[in-house]
């Protein structure tokens, strides 16, 4: 009797796709290849050619780039993430509106201050 495997290979990236989502992801939050290099201690040319494919990730520059952007790794590595739900809605379809109105604040809040923090 065989078992599939947990974590298949095609379901992973590759070196090439990792890069290029790290450059979506940083482009996505306004960040300069600089400042994400400076972050997790890499020259910029460094983090240049992992974009681009070029290098691969040690597991402490994935880890400092995922915790940096605020992604897990997996979200970094793998094709598809199994989303779990936040929390539950037992109020409905207005609270659930209400709920997501809020939290849509709290995120222009933040990138506001965020923008503002930069300039």
């Known amino acids: 009797m065989t078992t599939p495997a947990l974590n298949e290979a095609s379901d992973y990236l590759t070196q090439e796709e990792v890069g ?10 306004g960040v300069s290849q ?3 290099a400076d972050a997790i ?3 910029p040319s460094a ?9 691969g990730l040690a597991v402490g520059e994935l880890v400092a780039i995922s915790e940096f952007l605020g ?5 970094l590595l793998r094709r598809e993430v199994e989303s779990v739900p936040l929390f539950r809605n037992e ?11 809020a939290f849509e604040a709290i995120i222009d809040d933040f990138f506001a201050f ?6």
Not at 47 to 55: K, P
Not at 71 to 75: A, H, I, L, P, R
Not at 114 to 119: F, H, K, L, T
């Open 20 to 29: 290029q989502r790290i450059e979506r992801l940083r482009g996505e939050r």
């Open 34 to 36: 600089r400042r994400l």
């Open 41 to 43: 201690g890499v020259d």
């Open 47 to 55: 983090l240049s050619r992992i974009e681009s494919g070029q290098r």
């Open 71 to 75: 992604v897990t790794t997996d979200e």
């Open 91 to 101: 109020g409905g379809a207005g609270e659930a509106s209400d709920a997501l109105v």
């Open 114 to 119: 965020e923008a503002a923090a930069r300039a």
